[in-house]
């Protein structure tokens, strides 16, 4: 509590001050105390403009912005919101298109891919075991077609949630890798993991040459140039110099987080490419062989969202490439349709479920890399 009556102060050479520089509105003349060395007064500090230089809470105020309720700052060239705070480092006003792409890429994170992920998911599951016993049950039938209506309907989900992402972000290298991911859903489901592969090397690519650039850009033209100078500096580092990235942990960490992870993704286009020449077992392992080296790399991220991402990932990839050895083995045995063909679908649906979920949870992580305060840090 303030007396009624001035505090004195016992040194007369050393000014009186009341509490972090707020003023004595009294008729009296005010005596400051401020954790400040504010000069003593016969009345409030004027600006040049005649204006109060502090105000009920000891801000100062700007030399031609207005006194606002709350006393904070008020930019005079920027808009301002209803308790005094300066909006003008918020960034230029948004266009109606990007204000249109971020809120779609919003609502779709946030309603779309949670349920199209988790119905996704549990038919897969489901439908997991079913494949085990043939193709002939009616039910085997119903679950298995109601697993690849929902598995394609996911895609779709997953592909524009990240479309909605690429144009905020004004990166075209999402652009592409999501546009692939919805063609995807056009195709068969055995074939949807395989033919990812281009898809999930396009849009891990960016991830991981965080350290030489962002992946949001002020346009689409500069995207492409800046990612590939990224990747192309990345590999130069690495074979000017190998020995420094075995030398510590810290380095090791970072050839696991950025050129390992583009390895992977050659050898998951590389895959793509094998795949589309009718070798669809051969670039199934090659595609799962650089989906690991991808998703390995997301493991040595300081995010968990981004850990979590890449253990499903991963897990969907070893499980893929161990359904591609056995329909590998079905077939030198004359099998491929037969029980080693049953263990492979059933393989398969496993492999898409952790997929998926991992595609959810890698949506997040980017979402994340724009608002720093609400990344979940290990």
């Given at each position: 509590m303030i007396s009624s009556s001035p505090l004195v102060n016992d040194n007369p050479k050393t000014p009186s001050l009341v509490g972090h520089g707020a003023r004595d509105t009294r008729a009296t003349t005010p005596i400051l105390l401020s954790n400040r060395l504010n000069d003593v007064t016969e009345g409030p500090a004027l600006a040049e403009n005649g204006q109060p230089k502090i105000n009920g809470v000891g801000n100062n105020l700007a030399k031609d912005g207005p006194i606002n309720g709350s006393g904070n700052n008020k930019a005079t060239d920027g808009p301002q919101n209803g308790d005094g705070n300066n909006l003008a480092t918020d960034g230029p006003k948004k266009s109606f298109s990007e204000e249109l792409a971020t809120k779609f890429k919003k609502f779709s994170e946030k309603n779309i891919l949670p349920i199209s992920t988790y119905i996704s998911v549990a038919f897969n599951l489901i439908s997991a075991p079913i494949r085990l016993f043939g193709r002939e049950n009616p039910v085997a039938k119903l679950l298995n077609k109601l697993s690849i209506v929902f598995t394609k309907i996911h895609q779709l989900g997953y592909a524009a949630t990240g479309i909605g992402m690429a144009a905020c972000k004004k990166n075209l290298f999402y652009v592409l890798s999501f546009g692939l991911e919805a063609l995807v859903a056009l195709l068969p489901l055995r074939s949807i993991y395989l033919f990812k592969g281009m898809a999930s090397a396009l849009d891990i690519l960016p991830s991981c040459v965080e350290k030489?650039?962002?992946?949001?850009?002020?346009?689409?033209?500069?995207?492409?140039?800046?990612?590939?100078?990224?990747?192309?500096?990345?590999?130069?580092?690495?074979?000017?110099e190998p020995k420094k990235y075995f030398a510590s942990k810290e380095s090791f960490n970072e050839l696991l987080n950025t050129q390992v992870p583009i390895a992977g993704a050659a050898l998951s286009i590389l895959g793509n490419i094998v795949g589309f020449s009718g070798k669809d077992t051969l670039g199934g392992g090659i595609r799962d062989i650089g989906a690991i080296l991808n998703d390995f790399g997301l493991l040595f991220k300081p995010n968990k969202t981004a850990v979590t991402s890449g253990r499903y990932y991963l897990g969907g990839s070893v499980v893929d490439l161990a359904a591609n050895g056995i329909g590998k083995f079905g077939q030198s045995k004359g099998s491929s349709n037969g029980m080693f063909g049953n263990i492979r679908d059933?393989?398969?649906?496993?492999?898409?479920?952790?997929?998926?979920?991992?595609?959810?949870?890698?949506?997040?992580?980017?979402?994340?890399?724009?608002?720093?305060?609400?990344?979940?840090?290990?």
């Open positions: 030489y650039t962002k992946d949001r850009f002020s346009n689409f033209t500069e995207s492409l140039p800046k990612t590939i100078g990224a990747i192309w500096q990345a590999l130069k580092d690495f074979f000017n059933a393989l398969h649906e496993i492999a898409l479920a952790s997929d998926r979920i991992g595609q959810k949870h890698f949506i997040h992580y980017n979402s994340q890399k724009d608002h720093p305060d609400s990344e979940n840090v290990t």
